[in-house]
């Protein structure tokens, strides 16, 4: 079993350089944040609102520590990958745009390869 997936929404503003390694979400975080905005009413030029994480390969006792550490830290979001049937009728996994959709954000293509810790301004 592969495991399951989550996204970890952080506003701009929570942000910090370290957060992953600091959450100890390291081993499931394998690409690069996603920049993101909301889905409406945010022109592109505006730059972004959150910083999305791919958290991947997480098994139970994964997810359970997960919930713990969201508990703690409740200004951070996590969205699941739910199954859902496609027009064949077989079960799939959300794509990142249908998980965003949740939160009704989606990927700054401007700011695609910008880098978390280099948007972060200093306190």
């Known amino acids: 079993m592969a495991g399951v997936k989550r996204l970890l929404l952080v506003r701009k503003k929570d942000t910090r350089p370290n957060i992953i390694e600091a959450s100890g979400l390291s081993t499931f975080h394998k690409t690069q944040p996603?920049?993101?905005?909301?889905m409406y009413s945010w022109p592109e030029e505006a730059g972004i609102s959150h910083w999305g994480y791919i958290l991947e390969g997480l098994m139970l006792?994964?997810?359970?520590?997960?919930?713990?550490?969201?508990?703690?830290n409740p200004k951070y979001t996590l969205l699941p990958f739910d199954k859902v049937k496609?027009?064949?009728?077989?079960?799939?996994e959300e794509t990142i745009d249908e998980v965003l959709v949740k939160a009704s954000l989606k990927v700054n293509t401007l700011q695609k390869n910008s880098d978390p810790a280099k948007t972060i301004k200093a306190k």
């Open 34 to 38: 996603l920049p993101l905005m909301p």
């Open 61 to 72: 006792e994964d997810l359970e520590a997960l919930s713990k550490w969201n508990e703690m």
């Open 86 to 92: 496609d027009e064949d009728g077989r079960n799939r």
